[in-house]
């Protein structure tokens, strides 16, 4: 079954420390996204990737950065994490041609 | 661009309640809608979309006609269980190169047995 996996489900980082996100789809899809989500806010765009290789800044992509090295992986960095960055981050993959939109299950993060 | 707006912050109800959701969208043309929803501890996911004007999407129960004249894409469901409690996210694409679902805020739905 197709899907998309996040890693790790749960993070705890120092602050000034590094973190890296992981996510992996199976749905061969050429976009993929990161997004943040905290009360009051919904759902944020941080980056998005149009295919391997490629990285656009979203919505609130300050303190990010992002990798998409294949098709399937896509990353996203904080090189020094701070306390405002504690959140949960969900990844999606998406395909217009059919209107598809997939989340994974999503990574709680707490910067201490 | 694109824009969502829907019922803020919570709603609460009693099992067998008749829900809605209110969700107005601002786009161009004729967008795909999208409804999600999103369980505790997991992933928003989809519960249907709609794409042309009059058109219905359901499931679960749940359903939403698509009005382009009111701009609008309400969520409602004639009897609510304690289950349902979950998020709702309302969504739009207007199309182009960019594929980008713009979301409402979301609406945190309790129904309470």
């Given at each position: 079954?197709?899907?998309?996996?996040?890693?790790?489900?749960?993070?705890?980082?120092?602050?000034?420390?590094?973190?890296?996100?992981?996510?992996?789809?199976?749905?061969?899809?050429?976009?993929?996204?990161?997004?943040?989500?905290?009360?009051?806010?919904?759902?944020?765009?941080?980056?998005?990737?149009?295919?391997?290789?490629?990285?656009?800044?979203?919505?609130?992509?300050?303190?990010?950065?992002?990798?998409?090295?294949?098709?399937?992986?896509?990353?996203?960095?904080?090189?020094?994490?701070?306390?405002s960055q504690t959140s949960v981050y969900f990844c999606a993959s998406g395909d217009s041609a059919n209107s598809d939109y997939t989340f994974g299950s999503g990574t709680r993060l707490l910067v201490i | 661009g694109d824009s969502v707006t829907q019922t803020e912050g919570q709603v609460a109800l009693s099992e067998e309640d008749f829900l809605t959701i209110h969700c107005n969208y601002s786009a161009s043309g004729y967008p795909t809608l999208f409804w999600y929803v999103q369980y505790p501890g997991e992933g928003p996911q989809l519960l249907f979309r709609a794409s042309r004007d009059k058109e219905k999407g359901s499931s679960r129960g749940f359903e939403a006609?698509?009005?382009?004249?009111?701009?609008?894409?309400?969520?409602?469901?004639?009897?609510?269980?304690?289950?349902?409690?979950?998020?709702?996210?309302?969504a739009s694409y207007s199309g182009g190169s960019n594929y980008k679902l713009t979301f409402g805020k979301g609406t945190l739905l309790t129904v309470t047995p």
């Open positions: 079954e197709a899907a998309v996996t996040q890693s790790p489900r749960n993070k705890v980082a120092v602050t000034g420390g590094k973190v890296t996100l992981s996510c992996n789809q199976t749905n061969n899809h050429n976009n993929m996204y990161w997004y943040r989500q905290d009360t009051g806010h919904g759902l944020r765009l941080i980056h998005y990737s149009y295919g391997a290789g490629s990285t656009e800044k979203g919505d609130i992509p300050d303190g990010y950065k992002a990798s998409r090295p294949s098709q399937e992986n896509f990353s996203l960095i904080l090189e020094l994490a701070t306390p | 006609t698509y009005d382009k004249g009111t701009t609008s894409f309400h969520l409602r469901k004639a009897s609510v269980q304690e289950s349902d409690s979950a998020v709702y996210y309302c």
